[in-house]
């Protein structure tokens, strides 16, 4: 069963930064999509960021570009997300997310769930 634990969020001040980490875990996820979404309060779930663990390629949301970075650590199967230059809107629950084969911005694409982990930048 695959599994997926985010880690790493947190109170920040505007402008400051975090490091979101996903340890992926169950199955192999090579040929799979990791993607990070968010959701604030009263708000639909939005895609933020999304790499294909093969090959590498990104995708930004054009909200997050320039400020935010996704990684990913093969020996370690784990996905990170870099965000600089924080911004009260930024913040939500950020989740990770995998999808096997393809890239996809909608949330309903993606099979695997994280938990969840808060990030609240304040102004």
């Known amino acids: 069963q695959a599994r997926l634990v985010e880690s790493g969020g947190g109170l920040v001040q505007a402008g400051g930064s975090l490091r979101l980490s996903c340890a992926a875990s169950g199955r192999t996820f090579s040929s799979y999509t990791m993607a990070w979404f968010r959701q604030a309060p009263g708000k639909e779930r939005q895609f933020v960021t999304a790499i294909t663990w093969s090959t590498g390629i990104t995708y930004y949301a054009d909200s997050v570009k320039g400020r935010f970075t996704i990684s990913r650590d093969n020996a370690k199967t784990t996905v990170y997300l870099q965000m600089n230059s924080l911004k009260p809107e930024d913040t939500a629950v950020y989740y990770c997310?995998?999808?096997?084969?393809?890239?996809?911005?909608?949330?309903?694409?993606?099979?695997?769930w994280g938990q969840g982990t808060q990030v609240t930048v304040s102004s």
């Open positions: 997310a995998a999808k096997y084969s393809g890239s996809s911005s909608s949330p309903q694409d993606y099979n695997y």
